[in-house]
């Protein structure tokens, strides 16, 4: 028996304790059914139906989907249809990998169960270097992305896995992972559109790497919290929060902070390749 095995059975114990101690009448077998209950509303196929339940009423799809997700070994299909005159639409999840060539998310359950709790955002998960990714996107064999293709997996990426209408989700520190010297957290990202939440903790250095130190478009810093020092074009600033500064496409820079707090903002880029 493995160990998320272990954990889903001691809990559903525990359950079924507190549900008969705080309800004598109730029956061992009713209370068991109750915990057992609770523990789907919270596994891999609860969380799945919940996304899968937001999207019917997403006014981002429009056009028929189907994409997999991969937990695990354990796989998943989602398909989906726009409504006649927008939502609610007609989404469906069923076990096993898609029946067709298409794009597929692969997460682990800690990851999911993050995103699901909004300690995580999508963005934040996708974010970094294939290594260092905790969801990332792949095609299944044969799967050709048409014209579009990278816009819809980008849509669905930051729409399918979030939840609400509006989209509203937590950001700051708690939902950051260590990116380029710096904790980083993805706020959106649509081609020519990404934002983040970064935040350089007290002896972090973000882009001290030359390799990290340059983009092919411009980007914009919005500091709102704490100081730190940054050299851009070579030329050593100050910066402290209520300041912004905008890094042309080319251009070197690197931010570090030697002080006591956290130097914390948002970085908004622009334009062809961000």
């Not at 950001?171 to 260590?178: C, I, K, N, R």
């Not at 959106?188 to 007290?202: H, N, R």
């Given at each position: 028996m493995n160990r998320a095995n272990v954990r889903w059975t001691d809990l559903?114990?525990?359950?079924?304790?507190?549900?008969?101690?705080?309800?004598?009448?109730?029956?061992?077998?009713?209370?068991?059914?109750?915990?057992?209950?609770?523990?789907?509303?919270?596994?891999?196929?609860?969380?799945?139906?919940?996304?899968?339940?937001?999207?019917?009423?997403?006014?981002?799809?429009?056009?028929?989907?189907?994409?997999?997700?991969?937990?695990?070994?354990?796989?998943?299909?989602?398909?989906?249809?726009?409504?006649d005159e927008g939502p609610p639409h007609r989404v469906a999840l069923a076990t096993g990998a898609p029946g067709t060539p298409s794009f597929y998310f692969k997460v682990d359950s800690d990851t999911l169960g993050k995103m699901d709790s909004g300690e995580m955002s999508p963005g934040t998960a996708l974010s970094g270097s294939r290594a260092e990714r905790l969801m990332s996107v792949d095609g299944t064999e044969g799967f050709q992305p048409g014209p579009d293709g990278m816009s819809t997996i980008f849509s669905t990426a930051f729409h399918f896995w979030k939840r609400g209408n509006p989209e509203i989700f937590r950001?700051?520190?708690?939902?950051?992972?260590?990116r380029h010297g710096a904790q980083v957290g993805i706020l959106?990202?649509?081609?020519?559109?990404?934002?983040?939440?970064?935040?350089?903790?007290?002896g972090q250095h973000a882009n001290a790497e030359?390799?990290?130190?340059?983009?092919?478009?411009?980007?914009?810093?919005?500091?709102?919290?704490?100081?730190?020092?940054?050299?851009?074009?070579?030329?050593?600033?100050?910066?402290?929060?209520?300041?912004?500064?905008?890094?042309?496409?080319?251009?070197?820079?690197?931010?570090?902070?030697?002080?006591?707090?956290?130097f914390q903002g948002f970085m908004l880029a622009f334009g062809e390749g961000a």
């Open positions: 559903v114990m525990i359950l079924v304790v507190f549900v008969v101690a705080a309800s004598p009448a109730l029956s061992e077998e009713n209370a068991l059914e109750t915990a057992e209950k609770a523990i789907e509303e919270n596994s891999v196929r609860g969380m799945l139906e919940r996304y899968v339940d937001d999207y019917t009423h997403d006014p981002t799809l429009a056009a028929p989907l189907t994409f997999g997700v991969q937990i695990g070994e354990d796989w998943w299909s989602v398909t989906a249809e726009s409504g950001f700051g520190e708690m939902a950051t992972l260590p959106f990202y649509q081609p020519g559109f990404p934002s983040a939440w970064v935040s350089i903790e007290p030359a390799d990290d130190q340059t983009n092919p478009f411009p980007s914009m810093l919005i500091w709102v919290e704490g100081r730190g020092k940054a050299r851009i074009g070579g030329r050593e600033v100050d910066m402290e929060g209520g300041e912004t500064v905008m890094i042309p496409a080319g251009v070197r820079h690197e931010f570090w902070n030697p002080f006591d707090e956290p």
